[in-house]
């Protein structure tokens, strides 16, 4: 038997196998994938932080797999109506989500929230961006020091501005108030945007916030940076002190992951890797997120997992000690 009549043999035994159901998901997969275009749920609305790393990373992700990279915005409920619609999605690795650091923590929060070690499969920790404490331009305290003194003279008049009960800018606080042994007033706000324009306008004192929302405003001058939560200091504000050079241990960044729905062959979770941190190595891709305050990681699914895992158990703490609750 000649070898090209070899490999029709084994192309048309695989083509009985598929129609039949009896060809494992994984040799299946190995065959062809991705087969059609890859969808990437931003569970977000668009213009936000998560929909700026995908929209980076698209062309060079595209490019890898060798099929269109489609980014679907599926806002809402802090990002759980988007992950649940990937957890319910077929796991053949055509339907993708990429999540925010809130993806720790809606499960603690939303009854609608798929369970994160469950009903999805992580997949890598594409970045992290540092959140930095700004306040308006108008308050007087300028340093963190500043800030804990004054709070503590003025009990409960210090206002910052959140993105709702356990979003980001709120459980950030939360954990400097519990550091600093302070207590400030919460004013939530319907997403960051809206909060940057409170701060912009001030309507409030101070907000914990990732880099790239605020770093333009810094930079224009409209917003003062009190404090980094970032373990080392920034590159673009080399002068701003961290927390943790007051408060040792504190450190609050924000992320951004890659995840499929659980049951995903796992040649495929290995495929959408590899060609995930490749497009995060990319020299333009790593620049373009630098820029704007975003750091590399492209962990393995191992280790973005761990990594949720102790963000969950950390803020669902958090959650449970202030009874936070979503209305």
């Known amino acids: 038997m000649t070898r090209s009549m070899t490999k029709r043999l084994m192309m048309a035994v695989a083509i009985i196998l598929i129609g039949s159901g009896s060809m494992p998901d994984q040799a299946v997969a190995q065959q062809g994938y991705p087969a059609k275009a890859v969808r990437v749920v ?19 992700f595209a490019e890898g797999l060798g099929r269109p990279v489609l980014i679907e915005n599926r806002g809402g409920a802090g990002g759980s109506i988007g992950a649940a619609e990937v957890a319910r999605a077929t796991p ?12 720790a923590v809606n499960h ?25 404490l700004v306040a308006r331009t108008g308050f007087a305290p300028r340093t963190l020091v500043d ?55 001030n309507q409030i004192d101070v907000g914990f916030l990732p880099a790239p929302i605020v770093l333009s405003h810094i930079k224009s001058g409209k917003l003062t ?41 796992k040649d495929v979770i290995a495929r959408v890797h590899r060609d995930m941190t490749s497009a995060l190595a990319d020299r333009e891709v790593r620049e373009r997120l630098a820029e ?36």
């Not at 055509?94 to 650091?101: A, E, G, I, P, S």
């Open 108 to 132: 603690h929060l939303y009854m609608q929230a798929p369970d994160p070690f469950t009903a999805l499969e992580h997949i890598t920790l594409m970045c992290t961006s540092p959140s930095i």
């Open 147 to 201: 800030l804990v003194d004054y709070a503590k003279a003025h009990p409960a008049r210090v206002t910052y501005g959140s993105a709702g009960s356990g979003s980001s800018p709120h459980l950030g606080v939360l954990l400097l108030e519990r550091a600093a042994l302070i207590s400030m007033i919460q004013v939530p706000y319907k997403g960051g945007g809206p909060l940057v324009q409170a701060l912009l306008g």
């Open 42 to 60: 931003v569970p977000f609305p668009a213009g936000g932080t998560t929909d700026l790393v995908a929209r980076t990373v698209q062309a060079k």
């Open 225 to 265: 940076p009190v404090a980094s939560g970032a373990r080392k200091r920034i590159p673009q504000l080399v002068d701003v002190p961290t927390v943790s050079e007051t408060f040792a241990g504190f450190e609050q960044t924000t992320w951004f992951g890659l995840l499929a729905p659980a049951g995903t062959p």
């Open 292 to 327: 704007v305050g975003f750091e590399v990681v492209a962990s393995s699914p191992e280790e973005f997992l761990r990594f949720v895992r102790a963000e969950s158990d950390k803020l669902g703490k958090l959650i449970r000690d202030h009874k936070i609750v979503v209305e």
């Open 92 to 103: 053949d690795g055509h339907t993708l989500l990429m999540v925010f650091d809130t993806h």
